[in-house]
């Protein structure tokens, strides 16, 4: 009201009308404000997946001339990945880089069968731009309103101790008790392996390795053991567990909000962010065992038939049982194309 009297007490009855108008076109032609995205990782700041966020951010800001932004949230600063996946399906986190939750759906466990992948060459052939698992990966996301951008290969996965290994590369019992992920795949893999599996969370896993309560923990690499259980990791068995992935994500709507030429640039930054990491991975995963090492850690290595041998027992035992749990015609489905 106080604004509308001052417009009239300056301009004459006959020139308001123009006046307005022309306020309304010069308003009109302001450009709309920057639009910064929340984007979370599992990961404390200064790690490569920091580094590597930052210059997908920077990318992205100098694509659209400062109209799309990244504001990065690093080591689950927004909630563990389980809640975070949750939060971006409802629109409130905009995107993360960080592993498949299975709390939602349960067919999400396709990406992690162990010994899906025994090699570079082969995690490419499964997950890499176009592949089945990846696409099935996609789709399962897409039904949760979720869009992948990216995958993010990180590392092929192993076994922590904080005491000797025992027959390392054999099925045999061990009577070593391992901390193992809530997630079917690798409860049965740690049982497979010859450990006494014991599901506990993310968040009571250093603790319990600490104190004596398990002897280790299964369901990570170097780069995550070293990150988060170098005080506690006397052995490391990089016995290639499974292919740990995480995927570039962001709530459907929002991205459907964003204009096309954001959509585009957004598109082709997560693209050079993929094949940048993949060109890097393997290279991160020998530098990450060598910081275990130079830690303090024995790596203890297992021969390539000791691993064939195992993969081998492991699809014919494990596999079943998770297929049984996500659906065994739809999953079979999937990983017959991978030989194709």
């Known amino acids: 009201m106080q604004f509308t009297s001052l417009f009239r007490c300056r301009l004459k009855p006959h020139t308001i009308i123009p006046a307005m108008l022309l306020m309304g076109a010069t308003l009109s032609s302001v450009p709309a404000g920057a639009t910064t995205l929340k984007i979370s990782h599992v990961r404390p700041q200064g790690t490569v997946i920091d580094n590597d966020i930052k210059a997908l951010g920077a990318a992205l800001k100098k694509a659209t001339g400062g109209d799309l932004k990244l504001r990065v949230y690093a080591a689950n600063a927004l909630g563990d990945y389980t809640l975070v996946q949750e939060r971006i399906s409802v629109g409130a986190v905009d995107m993360a880089v960080q592993p498949v939750s299975t709390a939602t759906d349960r067919k999400m466990q396709i990406?992690?069968?162990?010994?899906?992948?025994?090699?570079?060459?082969?995690?490419?052939?499964?997950?890499?731009?176009?592949?089945?698992?990846?696409?099935?990966?996609?789709?399962?996301?897409?039904?949760?309103?979720?869009?992948?951008?990216?995958?993010?290969?990180?590392?092929?996965?192993?076994?922590?101790?904080?005491?000797?290994?025992?027959?390392?590369?054999?099925?045999?019992?061990?009577?070593?008790?391992?901390?193992?992920?809530?997630?079917?795949?690798?409860?049965?893999?740690?049982?497979t392996l010859g450990y006494i599996g014991s599901p506990l969370p993310f968040s009571e896993a250093f603790t319990a390795v600490e104190t004596g309560v398990v002897d280790g923990v299964i369901g990570s690499g170097a780069e995550g053991y070293y990150a988060s259980f170098r005080d506690v990791t006397k052995t490391y068995i990089p016995l290639n567990t499974h292919f740990e992935i995480w995927y570039l994500i962001i709530n459907s709507e929002k991205f459907n909000d964003l204009s096309k030429a954001?959509?585009?640039?957004?598109?082709?930054?997560?693209?050079?962010?993929?094949?940048?990491?993949?060109?890097?991975?393997?290279?991160?995963?020998?530098?990450n065992e060598q910081k275990l090492a130079d830690n303090g850690t024995q790596i203890v290595r297992v021969s390539d038939k000791q691993l064939a041998e195992i993969s081998q027992h492991v699809h014919k035992t494990v596999w079943p049982e998770i297929l049984k749990d996500i659906g065994p015609q739809w999953a079979q489905s999937i990983l017959d194309k991978i030989d194709q």
């Open 111 to 191: 990406g992690l069968l162990p010994y899906l992948a025994n090699n570079w060459t082969e995690a490419r052939k499964v997950f890499g731009p176009g592949a089945p698992v990846r696409e099935a990966i996609a789709s399962l996301y897409a039904k949760q309103d979720i869009t992948m951008l990216a995958a993010y290969p990180v590392y092929f996965g192993g076994i922590s101790l904080n005491r000797d290994a025992k027959s390392p590369g054999t099925l045999a019992k061990k009577g070593i008790k391992l901390r193992v992920p809530p997630i079917k795949s690798f409860q049965l893999l740690a049982d």
């Open 262 to 287: 954001e959509q585009q640039a957004l598109k082709t930054a997560a693209s050079h962010f993929e094949t940048h990491r993949w060109e890097h991975a393997k290279a991160d995963q020998a530098a």
